[in-house]
């Protein structure tokens, strides 16, 4: 596996399964009674994060210390970077620290990149979300997600293959959205993009995933057997994207109506946090069909797969 | 007075091989087999092309107020390493170039620094601001006689604002130069919107942000019977544009920059802030469309916008960079890829984009004047068959430069500025002319 995880389309078909496939026995891990394993004992891991995300920190944060790694919390928010430090001199500050590892969450598309591609820090790089760019852990614990709602047991070694996943709300702003069609066509998948045209990109001709606008539509015609919510943020309410909330609930919200159209096996995904009555109901929320909290757990095994990838290798080289 | 230069066997734009004399700021003599008077420099410029001194339209030279970034004197000693003689400052200074004191300032620094001709650009509206006209007049009146007005780095987007402006400078010869970008349509605006903006997920600066804008202004110039030049031209729909307002008889002109000409929207995947450019990097076919309409014509001229930043303005993440590259240096080696080695087009083409057709625009007499006798010795000479590695290190003082590490073609060898070689063998003079030179 290379140093780094920036981008989901970094992965290979291989390398995206192995990662799946480690996150099975990860997971094994974290239903024993002692979920702790000394695979990253004096490694130090920062998880730097420049934008509030409370569910990403705490679910990389108890990854890493399943792993046994030491973790630093380094939050923009009360740090000097709100005084006006830059990206560079608390990368150099991380640096001079010793950190083998940084998670990185910015508001900017491509922060992650640049810190990888710098040379003002050694250690990989983890790209926790950039701006409206990408999400890649995400994207693997949807991708795990689902091959386990799929699989089950005879997941490992499975990829996505013929799996039709219709990703629905605000695509344009979304970096779950990129990250998942990277890696979900990466794996066989077959992704839908459903949006009101004003939350699709201008010309969405390099995603790998055809277009929609109308929901019910897809869901008749393509009868997908993933159905991916994402969130609406706040910011969009209000700048002509769509009329009211409410018009776009009814339009592109996913409802016990809609629940009821879809196949026996389908599943309703979200990234969370959910805005309940918006673009998701209560209803499909807590469905048996409904795996936001899966998504949750998994997520913690998916990034112990993820650290356990990037950093382990280097452990052994240094033997 | 300067002591008497002699060109040997210099080739001229038209492909004729010269001698040519200078004696004082003056082109005194242009014939083959000249003998060199004595206390006279010889210069052998066997396989060397000469040309009139290059005019920049668009120049950030920074001062006075970001200093750290670029003076008048470092601009121009780049200006000087890239053939150019004259330079036009654009006006988003701190303070802005909005009053007489102000241009005059810069003026003067130029006379100091005595490595070209700077002209300064005047904001069209006080501060930038786009909501009250400059006292233009009053610009014009100074002792900077500005003729070119912009509030470059902002559109004048009031429409009514602009009708006047371009009346107003009716009653001087002016002409204002308008930054095209409709600010409600690029907020935010990261990079140009299209499939690598969509994939990298950086807000989009459309390209009917700047068209809608040069097509409202090719009317309000028609409507009132005035100039209007147009910057920094980025799309094939500005090029159509333009194409059809001149053929309307509008008395548009218009403007495309080196790295329009050669980058394109592919390079932001790197994220790497030395291509944030506003307007942006744009596709491909914008850039072949730009190529088309600088060899057709419709584009007019190459100006720089050279746009000096300081390392910590580009070694950032991409939102929080400064927009801006430098060009002045590596502005002619790009004309000469375009026009020349592209086999489409000649030397007497790339003397028009580079020096004729910008002093006719600003109105500067003394500038992109022939090279024949009487005319006022600004010739720039080439080594067309050079091929450059371009380097971070120039004589600018900031090395946001996106060319480093590409291969061009061509380099300056000599500037001769009024009678005074600022650049000679390639090597700066390391001092400006000065008032007895």
Redesign the interface.
């Not at chain 1, 950039?130 to 990408?134: L, V, Y």
């Given at each position: 596996m290379t140093k780094h995880l920036l981008s989901a389309g970094d992965l290979s078909r291989e390398q995206a399964i192995e990662i799946l496939d480690i996150a099975e026995g990860m997971s094994n891990v974290n239903d024993r009674e002692i979920k702790k394993l000394p695979t990253l004992r004096g490694k130090t891991v920062v998880n730097l994060f420049f934008e509030d995300s409370t569910r990403t920190r705490i679910s990389f944060e108890v990854a890493e210390k399943r792993l046994s790694a030491d973790v630093i919390n380094f939050s923009a928010k009360g740090s000097s970077v709100s005084k006006g430090e830059?990206?560079?001199d608390t990368a150099q500050t991380l640096e001079a620290i010793g950190a083998d590892a940084v998670v990185i969450r910015?508001?900017?598309?491509?922060?992650a990149?640049?810190l990888a591609?710098?040379n003002w820090i050694q250690g990989s790089i983890i790209n926790a979300g950039?701006?409206?760019?990408?999400h890649p852990t995400q994207a693997l614990l949807d991708a795990f997600t689902m091959r386990k709602r799929i699989h089950g047991a005879q997941s490992p070694g499975k990829a996505l293959d013929g799996v039709k996943v219709a990703i629905v709300g605000d695509i344009l702003?979304s970096?779950v959205a990129?990250s998942n069609q990277l890696l979900l066509s990466t794996l066989g998948a077959e992704v839908h993009f459903v949006a009101p045209p004003t939350l699709l990109?201008?010309?969405?001709?390099?995603?790998k995933a055809a277009l929609h606008y109308n929901l019910d539509e897809m869901l008749a015609t393509e009868k997908p057997d993933v159905v991916m919510m994402l969130r609406l943020q706040a910011e969009r309410m209000n700048a002509s994207y769509f009329p009211t909330e409410r018009e776009y609930a009814r339009i592109w919200g996913f409802n016990a109506g809609r629940l009821g159209a879809l196949k026996d096996s389908a599943i309703v995904m979200h990234p969370g946090p959910m805005n309940r009555g918006l673009e998701i109901d209560a209803v499909t929320a807590d469905s048996p069909r409904s795996t936001v909290l899966e998504q949750v757990t998994n997520g913690v095994s998916i990034r112990m797969a993820v650290l356990y990838s990037l950093l382990s290798g280097e452990r052994s080289a240094d033997v | 007075m300067s002591k008497q230069i002699l060109l040997k066997n210099a080739q001229l734009a038209s492909g004729e091989v010269t001698d040519i004399l200078v004696a004082g700021d003056r082109i005194v003599e242009v014939a083959t087999a000249i003998t060199a008077p004595s206390e006279t420099e010889v210069l052998d410029c066997t396989g060397l092309v000469a040309l009139p001194g290059f005019v920049d339209l668009h120049t950030h030279l920074r001062e006075p107020g970001f200093e750290q970034s670029e003076t008048v004197l470092t601009g121009t000693q780049a200006a000087a390493m890239g053939g150019y003689t004259a330079v036009h400052a654009m006006a988003n200074t701190m303070p802005v170039a909005d009053t007489a004191g102000v241009v005059e300032q810069i003026a003067g620094l130029g006379i100091e620094a005595g490595y070209a001709d700077v002209y300064p650009i005047g904001a069209v509206t006080v501060g930038l601001e786009g909501k009250q006209m400059a006292e233009l007049g009053a610009m014009a009146n100074s002792k900077a006689k500005v003729r070119v007005f912009s509030d470059d780095g902002k559109c004048v987007h009031d429409p009514v604002l602009m009708r006047r402006a371009l009346e107003y400078v009716k009653a001087f010869g002016g002409v204002i130069a308008q930054h095209a970008q409709d600010p409600r349509l690029t907020e935010g605006a990261q990079m140009n919107e299209g499939k690598v903006s969509a994939e990298l997920g950086l807000t989009g600066w459309p390209s009917v942000a700047e068209e809608s804008i040069i097509a409202r202004d090719v009317l309000l110039a028609e409507h009132v019977d005035s100039r209007v030049h147009i910057c920094h031209l980025s799309t094939r729909g500005s090029v159509e544009i333009v194409k059809w307002a001149k053929a309307r008889g509008i008395r548009v002109t218009a403007e495309v920059t080196p790295h329009h000409l050669i980058l394109d929207d592919e390079l932001v995947r790197s994220y790497d802030a030395v291509y944030k450019v506003n307007p942006p990097l744009r596709t491909q076919d914008d850039v072949l469309a730009l190529r088309e309409a600088l060899i057709d014509g419709t584009i007019d001229i190459i100006g720089t916008d050279h746009a000096p930043h300081p390392i910590e303005a580009k070694d950032c993440e991409w939102n929080a960079a400064a927009f801006g590259m430098l060009g002045l240096e590596t502005a002619a080696s790009i004309a000469q890829l375009v026009l020349i080695e592209s086999g489409k087009s000649d030397w007497n083409r790339l003397v028009e984009v580079l020096a004729t057709k910008p002093a006719q625009i600003a109105g500067d007499a003394e500038n992109g004047q022939p090279i024949a006798v009487g005319s006022i010795a600004n010739i720039t000479v080439i080594d067309p068959k050079a091929n450059r590695t371009v380097v971070a290190e120039s004589a600018s003082r900031s090395i946001n430069n996106p060319y480093v590490g590409m291969q061009l073609p061509g380099r300056v060898i000599h500037t001769i500025y009024r009678g005074y070689q600022t650049v000679k063998n390639g090597e700066l003079a390391s001092r400006g002319r000065g008032r007895n030179d």
């Open positions: 830059s990206l560079k910015h508001s900017a598309s491509g922060a990149n640049v591609h710098s950039d701006g409206t760019h990408e702003h970096r990129r990109p201008q010309n969405a001709s390099g995603f | -």
